[in-house]
């Protein structure tokens, strides 16, 4: 074909894959509203607006023509488009693919019973019935295994799950890595539990008034570099980063008054994301190719400033002053050392979203086990209670009284979403390899942040990682960011040196 | 045709409408959005956003699908269907013609003339340049008469810009209408001017803290029976009633520290609106058989609160303890004749959005002539700031110094909404109609009012007005509700006799 026409082919392409973007921004902006703004009474009919767009969206997603113009494109020669311009073609490829080859029925069944699934957790939960919740999850089970076989016929059907989070991860690969990070993992945290040093964080809890959190967030959050002239932050139940575009990011957090920590946190996490969000490609804003590139590098981005930042001792050197000036009757002689230790607690407990830094990955690995044997039919559903209760006691020593303190306690299987949780613990391996690699491009990034200069963090970020879009694997990413793939050791040791240290073990 | 097969396709057609009817709700809450939340910064990606949402609701409204469903149902027998069903029918069949016989290249150029007129009009009245506006006034009008030959042939082309807004309303009619109005209100108007009563607004100036005044409104609008389970209240630039779905109904207005009664009155008029919005027929709620009916009817909800209600004595009455309580620094000895008089001063002025009862249907009818003038070719644009200014001269003794304060005031001409500006006054008539037989049905409105009893009025738009739809033309709902057609000697009536009595003339 004549480049000429080829060129014009791509060009209705893109406009194809901008129509989808910006339909699937009005979408981010109508989920936004829900959790934030909608009042309570239009439920309903919301429920009913946001169908009849996903609708819109499918219907786009599998037009005939866009797969027409793909396969067009899909064998050019290399040299006919740029870099930018392939990953383009190949995005929008793996996605029509996907859509197209789940039949329809399928796909309605999934949604429907999400739809439904949601609501039979929310009361399962509430009212500790697991035997409510069995039948969807059962059910689930057997429809993402056949959605599978039609995703990715050439996997293991757990494998196809892990792929839509984490594209190219794969039992093989994760096995080994959980196993390792168990086995350092599980003595670690023994040894402090056993360990004589408990650090005092009793100086977090008093009362916090709201507006002054919300302040102080904000106030940190614009050190972060988060731009307010594209983008919110407002209040919904659970925090999270949405909106409808790169030019319009809302994160959200809650406030208890009690404790300001965990506002704010929620505030430095929710940052992360929209930081990677603000920091997109600026010429692509509205194609797949400047997207974030997995769940677990986006993961990466919030736990890079939660964990790798906040919780850092420099952090607490530069903001502890300010905490003091914001809340003028506490922590009242608590010096950074102190507010450190404290923020970086170990305490095992039941519930994943409370859980600390080094107890976090259990959880995780706890739920990729029970996932892999559900999939590979090895644990049974009516089992999984008394697994996960074994594990929680096994692994943290703790046995869940109830199933709402166990195995019901997280949303992601009330929707089907399996393979989801590893992007988590994925997502801190990324941040800590890409944190080793900045202190060494960046020799005084501990001064750098006492001086309270998040910025130069900001910008490192902007250029290493969210600039990149999807133009690599997160293997190639983290190769040509750090020099090596995915290497879960810097994340083990860097846990091992931070906890012995605080805890004065070794 | 067998009448299950009819059903069906009925029920097909239901679909459709639903779903077009949701999907417009998606664009109400974008638009809210965009007016009320929205990021400076996002200002382009959501043009883009809604651009491509209108596209859709584009393509749903000439689906080829809907018309063949539409003619099946169109010439079945009378008793074939219920007079809502038939409604829906018609409705449908009105929407669908006129979306589907306007070439495609006049939509897009009136859409694309629209949002750069926007941009001109906004530059053209800060800077006070009306030559920089006037091609695009030239340009609109033309093409909307060319419009107009294509929507409705058989009407005059001004006709058809009347008939979108107030479907069935044309020249013929309304230019006595308006002629007897004109010949009432300027002389009464000049009395005024004249009269040596000059009642004392100045009490309505202060100092009135903007958190006071949204929970005065509030509880106001909470009053007049507003359902913040189905509905919210928040800021805007401008005043307006949006949301997403009758569920879903968010009003808006803005404050002024230095006055309380302007937001107060705004909260008051957009709760009209909001009402309307609630009270639409509960098994309908997507379908077009529910949707308000016109413009002017519309207009004559949120004017029965404004005008009807919270100008008359009775609430001045009512709420003048409310307003001390909130504001105690203010209104000392201020009497509930004193501020029913502040609050109905009649002062002719340059700006129809700040006019008073008595001269706003004159910038209504000075807007009408001229539109109709441009439609005939006996007005040319570059003439028209003169004749604006002429007519301000000669209606209300006053003669703009600038173009801003004159043509190039408002708003609707940008964006080609010609026929618009009658649907004010016709709603302010409709109104009055409606209050008239309001209290010959509970006849003790006024003391009910004094008793803070808001809702049995409420209750009677609901029942007389909001549940009817669009279920008959708007002089068959008047019939029904008041035993005639509009009347406008009502409302010539209710002006003189409210204005005579305030300033003590005849």
């Known amino acids: 074909m004549p480049s000429d026409d080829i060129k014009n082919i791509y060009r209705q392409l893109v406009r194809k894959l901008e129509e989808r973007s910006r339909l699937g921004g009005v979408m981010g902006v109508m989920h936004w509203d829900q959790e934030v703004i909608m009042p309570q009474g239009a439920a309903e009919s919301r429920a009913m607006q946001m ?17 027409g113009l793909i396969n067009k494109l899909i064998n050019s020669e290399p040299d006919e488009f740029t870099g930018v311009e392939w990953c383009t073609i190949r995005e929008a490829k793996r996605e029509f693919d996907l859509e197209t080859k789940i039949p329809k029925e399928l796909v309605q069944e999934i949604a429907e019973l999400g739809s439904r699934g949601h609501q039979v957790w929310a009361k399962a939960r509430e009212e500790d019935r697991f035997e409510d919740f069995a039948p969807i999850l059962e059910r689930f089970i057997i429809l993402k295994s056949k959605w599978a076989e039609h995703a990715f016929p050439e996997m293991e059907p757990y494998d196809a799950n892990l792929d839509i989070y984490e594209r190219g991860m794969t039992m093989d690969r994760l096995s080994p890595i959980f196993e390792n990070l168990k086995n350092e ?218 199933n709402t303190l166990g195995v019901l306690q997280d949303v992601h299987w009330s929707g089907g979403a399996f393979g989801y949780f590893p992007s988590y613990t994925l997502g801190a391996m990324y941040a800590c390899q890409f944190y080793n690699k900045m202190i060494v491009d960046i020799k005084d990034i501990p001064e750098r942040i006492e001086q309270g200069d998040l910025a130069c963090i900001k910008t490192w970020l902007n250029e290493n990682i969210h600039c990149q879009g999807r133009l690599y694997s997160p293997d ?17 040791n860097y846990l091992k040196t931070k906890y012995n240290a605080i805890y004065g073990l070794n």
Chains 1, 2 share one sequence.
């Open 185 to 402: 993992l599980i003595p670690l945290i023994r040894s402090i539990k056993n360990s004589d040093m408990k650090p005092d964080d009793s100086f977090l809890e008093g009362d916090f008034p709201i507006d002054k959190q919300e302040a102080l967030g904000n106030s940190i959050s614009r050190d972060m570099g988060f731009n307010f002239d594209k983008g919110r932050m407002d209040v919904s139940v659970h925090p999270f980063c949405g909106g409808g575009h790169p030019t319009d990011v809302r994160i959200t957090t809650r406030y208890r008054t009690e404790n300001f920590i965990e506002s704010l946190f929620a505030v430095i996490h929710e940052t992360g994301h929209g930081l990677y969000e603000q920091g997109r490609m600026a010429d692509s804003l509205d194609l797949p190719v400047s997207e974030p590139l997995t769940m677990a590098v986006h993961e990466s981005q919030s736990l890079f400033w939660e964990r790798m930042i906040a919780q850092g001792k420099s952090f607490s050197i530069r903001y502890l002053d300010k905490f003091k000036e914001v809340f003028p009757d506490f922590l009242k002689g608590v010096s950074a050392d102190s507010l450190f230790m404290a923020i970086n607690v170990c305490r095992p407990s039941f519930i994943r979203v409370e859980a600390d830094e080094l107890t976090y990955p259990v959880h995780i690995i706890l739920r990729y086990e029970i996932e892999k044997s559900l999939f590979d039919g090895t644990l049974k559903v009516e089992d999984l209670p008394d697994a996960w209760n074994d594990k929680m006691e096994e692994y943290l020593g703790l046995r869940p009284s109830t």
């Open 51 to 67: 169908a009849a767009l996903a609708g819109v969206l499918h219907e786009k997603s599998v037009d005939p023509c866009l797969g």
């Open 476 to 492: 190639q990413l983290a190769e040509k960011v750090t020099g090596q793939i995915l290497e879960p050791d810097i994340f083990i």
